[in-house]
T-cell receptor, first 113, second 116 residues
């Protein structure tokens, strides 16, 4: 069965550079959630989208932005990267904002050097 | 704001034995969901089991079961017949249905090691 696809799986960037993370949902899933998990930390909610509109916003820095496209995939753009942005970034997708039916992707590990 | 507490940073169990992971939470809500997620070394976040607060019956999924005590705000996970593949980080998580603003609040996690 198709799963949530995140790309790239690993990314190394230098400080002050820009990174773009992508999340491709399960077919017919129209809701995307982004989470950030720092080293040894629990995941923290960043932002969510439903039907291409922002649904909710968590502890997302102003340097980060995200959007959901017409094919429901989502991209998380991160600018002016800092060492503290090094983390595992998960997306999860669901149908009709029902998180109880959500599945997580395998994550993108971002390392800022 | 909701908080989730996992008081056991690390636990270990012998293969084939039973282990219980603790989780408590704080909320003033009456309707919510609770989850246990498994994060193996591959770092994939995998749903183990979920419980709806309005259901009194404890959820069960094969070797995994929960003891949900709503009044005590406790949600422990019992793993029976532990297997080596159960070695992972386990996160307890809380979610309040908000019709579009649903997001998980995670505990700090419990690292479980199953020994042969």
């Amino acid at each position: 069965a198709a799963g949530v696809i995140q790309s790239p799986r690993h990314l190394i960037k230098e400080k002050r550079e820009t990174a773009t993370l992508k999340c491709y949902p399960i077919p017919r899933h129209d809701t995307v959630y982004w989470y950030q998990q720092g080293p040894g930390q629990d995941p923290q909610f960043l932002i969510s989208f439903y039907e291409k509109m922002q649904s909710d916003k968590g502890s997302i820095p102003d340097r980060f932005s995200a959007q959901q496209f017409s094919d429901y995939h989502s991209e998380l753009n991160m600018s002016s990267l800092e060492l503290g942005d090094s983390a595992l970034y998960f997306c999860a997708t669901s149908k009709s904002r029902a998180f109880i039916s959500a599945f997580f992707g395998q994550g993108t590990r971002l390392t800022v050097v | 704001a909701q908080t989730v507490t996992q008081s056991q940073p690390e636990m270990s169990v012998q293969e084939a034995e039973t282990v219980t992971l603790s989780c408590t939470y704080d909320t003033s809500e009456s309707n919510y969901y609770l989850f246990w997620y498994k994060q193996p070394p591959s770092r994939q976040m995998i749903l183990v089991i979920r419980q709806e607060a309005y259901k009194q019956q404890n959820a069960t999924e094969n070797r995994f079961s929960v003891n949900f005590q709503k009044a005590a705000k406790s949600f422990s996970l019992k793993i029976s017949d532990s297997q080596l593949g159960d070695t992972a980080m386990y996160f307890c998580a809380f979610m309040k249905p908000q019709g579009g603003s649903e997001k998980l609040v995670f505990g700090k996690g419990t690292k479980l090691t199953v020994n042969p």
